[in-house]
Structures are given as structure tokens and as C-alpha cells.
């Protein structure tokens, strides 16, 4: 079963910066991370997307989050600086077959295989 593992995260405070990373067990041309807290949806944060990978990133954490991806297409690293309090929600990392365009990269009925999720908490 073609599976996500997620690593990083964690605690710190307002300003500070973090690490997520995200491996794959096959190549996917399309992985994004998406972050949830409870009783909201569970929201688009970055996408990297085809083979020559297009980013795409919320409005929210444009130019703070980094997303990259290694060569083989298995992995991505979200780096996230400039950490807001808002940020704090249980990050997962999600991989579709489907290449995804404009807007679409942030729905998540689009993605086929999801991560376990990992916490990021960010305090003032």
C-alpha cells in the first residue's frame, strides 16, 4: 500500500521556525500539505505539483513556507518561517495520481493517499 510518513514538527514560539517532512514509498507527481485544527476544514497550505514542479502556496503563508522536492519525487520539505500562533494546527501531507491547476491543488477530495499527520504549535 503506497503510504505517507510524516516527520518534524513540533513546538516554538511566535517568529521561530520549523521543519516538516514528508516521505513517500512510490513517486508522486503531485504532494501537497494540508493543515486542519479541530472543528475546521482541513485547509491548503502548499502544493508542488507535475514534473517540473509548480508551487503553489496559500495566501496565509506565502512568503513565510517554503516547499520543496527531491529529484526522485518522493519526498517534500515544508520549511516554515516567521511562525504565527495561527499557524498551529496538525499538518498532513497528502499525494495524488492527478495532476491538479489553478485553484484545485487546495481541495482535498483531490488527493489520494493522506499522511498520519504531524503537530506544529506555535505560541505568542
Known amino acids: 500500500e503506497d503510504q505517507l510518513v510524516e516527520t518534524g514538527g513540533g513546538s516554538v514560539q511566535a517568529g521561530g521556525s520549523l521543519r516538516l517532512s514528508c516521505s513517500a514509498s512510490?513517486?508522486?507527481?503531485?504532494l501537497a500539505w494540508f493543515r486542519q485544527t479541530p472543528g475546521q476544514e482541513r485547509e491548503g497550505v502548499a502544493a508542488i505539483t507535475g514534473d517540473i514542479g509548480n508551487l503553489y502556496y496559500a495566501d496565509s503563508v506565502r512568503g513565510r513556507f517554503t516547499l520543496t522536492r527531491d529529484y526522485a519525487m518522493k519526498t517534500i520539505i515544508l520549511q516554515m518561517d516567521s511562525l504565527k500562533p495561527e499557524d498551529t494546527a496538525m499538518y498532513y501531507c497528502?499525494?495524488?495520481?492527478?495532476?491538479?491547476?489553478?485553484?484545485?491543488?487546495?481541495?482535498?477530495?483531490?488527493?489520494?493517499?493522506w499522511g498520519q499527520g504531524a503537530q506544529v504549535i506555535v505560541s505568542t
Open positions: 512510490i513517486s508522486f507527481r503531485n
Open positions: 497528502a499525494a495524488a495520481y492527478v495532476g491538479k491547476s489553478g485553484r484545485d491543488w487546495a481541495f482535498p477530495g483531490g488527493y489520494n493517499h
